[in-house]
């Protein structure tokens, strides 16, 4: 078993060529400044990667292409939870062959209003075929997007059964009483709960949780970080304003993910990060100046990040 | 292009062994008996067939295994629509090299809330990758489940760049003004409206649409298929209203695809039918008993269905 993540985590951008096929140069380059500026790990094929748009194929290629370019796997927790059970089982095994520190699963999304039985039986087939006693395993739950929950009652009976192997939880249900109850059931049993935004981290740690993995974080590792050392110092509060401040204005526009390579893009002074994969579009030349003269205004920056 | 399908298709149910491996032989027979027993048309890898809980690398196997084992591609439509665009892509290639007559295309249902210009640029990537004449793209319209609709407005935008490929819709939406739009909007520049469901078939047909794609011609294709070849008979209604209670008896279960599967199960003595993919969980023994006792209350057969 490796090290347990905690901290800043950054579910990271995917970079795509004018084609939509994946820039592996771009994604290295990334990661590390992300790593060099506060982000503890890496949760790569998550939401805002747009991992769901890429086939099995192409994130395991490009997570290669991470570890062969020097990012290290035991600082990566990828996404490997997909609509199709083999498709998770397959990354899943290949995330833990290449030794990365867990996997970050999302429930399978296409059915909805399945009973816990499936969704239990769903990842205890992953645990089982992929066989590993290095896995592990982060459940990722976001109604908002999978529509399919990950309820206490779930992560009670996987505890149960997998106790070595189901590590925690990213919450990106947006509800901050959500958060706290899982803290409040799991965490004394060593369940690691992450923040799934920067806005609940200071709650998050006091409550007894371990950080947050968060689209901000793509951006503002660094401001994150810095809140995240700082939580039980005196200005903690203040650190905790900042970081929401720089969220609210990312939040502002239409869709996140765009917002967050269009971020990228004017302070690397990089257009080609401006590429996102269908369905998504990127923003309008509008939209962008405006998110660029609000983060301007904000005196935000994203020091050392370079084209 | 080869012939345009019409009448009844089956979005057939996918047989799995106690390893939830699919099972090729049961899956070729099945897809045999639904042809000789009214179905028109295979509309495989739907919604019912737990398609997205398969890999595509497992349904470009089995599509291969039904050819090779004798179903005709010219009866085929499978659904090829991935959250994946590059999964899409190869799905619809490979569907297209076959020789199969047509495709049926979820929308990429991960990301929820994405405009119509992200949902056409991922049709339009399709189709332009493919770059095969034959491709005959079905739209899958299926709301309380993908989350992500196909909009009159895009399938405007969809028929106007691609007339000789975009065919027509599967409405799932459960939503009889939205299927009669559809018809009153495009049937006239020959695109095919199918209902999602049995119960508007009558209506379909009585309003200019072609049939329907329904999870019920799994095991009931006998009826669906005398009431649309007497749906201008004056016993339209009476036919009508025969595979309306057929559909009531099989959707008061907790969930239509075990209930399917249970169907078959019983009717072809073959236990071995119950097996569904996680998420999904079979019916107990109790709802199985129910739904059997209802379906034999209501004089419902399979003839010749057999283990």
Redesign the interface.
């Known amino acids: 078993m490796t090290q347990r993540l905690r901290g800043v985590l950054a579910p990271v951008v995917t970079p795509f060529r004018s084609d ?1 096929a994946p820039d592996a140069r771009r994604f290295v380059r990334h990661c590390k400044w992300l790593l060099a500026h506060g982000c503890s790990g890496l949760a790569v094929f998550g ?1 805002n990667s747009e991992a ?5 194929d ?1 994130r395991m290629t490009l997570l290669e292409q991470l570890v062969e370019g020097g990012v290290p796997a035991a600082q990566l927790m990828p996404g490997t939870g997909c ?5 998770s089982v ?1 990354l899943t095994a290949h995330a833990a062959k290449l030794g990365c520190a867990g996997v970050l699963m999302l ?6 209003g ?2 816990d ?3 239990f ?2 990842f205890s ?1 992953v645990i089982q075929r992929v066989g590993d006693a290095r896995l592990q395993l982060y459940l990722y739950h976001i109604p ?5 929950p990950i309820t206490l009652g779930l992560i009670e009976r996987l505890l149960a059964a997998y106790p070595e192997t189901v590590a925690g939880v990213k919450d990106s249900s947006g509800d901050w009483a959500n958060t706290k109850a899982l803290i409040d059931a799991f965490a004394r049993q060593g369940f690691d709960v992450f923040a799934g935004s920067e806005v609940f981290l200071l709650r998050t740690l006091r409550a007894g949780g371990v950080g947050c993995i968060t689209a901000g974080a793509n951006v503002n590792p660094h401001g994150i970080d810095r809140a995240y050392r700082g939580w039980q110092s005196p200005g903690a509060e203040a650190l905790q304003a900042g970081i929401d401040e720089v969220r609210r204005i990312l939040q502002a526009q239409v869709s996140m993910i765009p917002a967050l390579k269009a971020c990228i893009a004017h302070y690397a002074a990089d257009p080609d990060w401006l590429a996102v ?5 990127e923003l309008t030349v509008e939209q962008r100046a405006t998110l660029v003269s609000d983060l301007l205004a904000a005196r935000f920056d994203m020091p050392g990040i370079a084209p």
């Open positions: 939509y939401t769901n748009s890429l086939s099995a192409e609509a199709a059970l083999t498709d397959r429930p399978p999304f296409y059915y909805k399945v009973p039985e499936g969704l039986r769903n087939e908002p997007v999978a529509q399919v994969r269908p369905p998504l579009v």
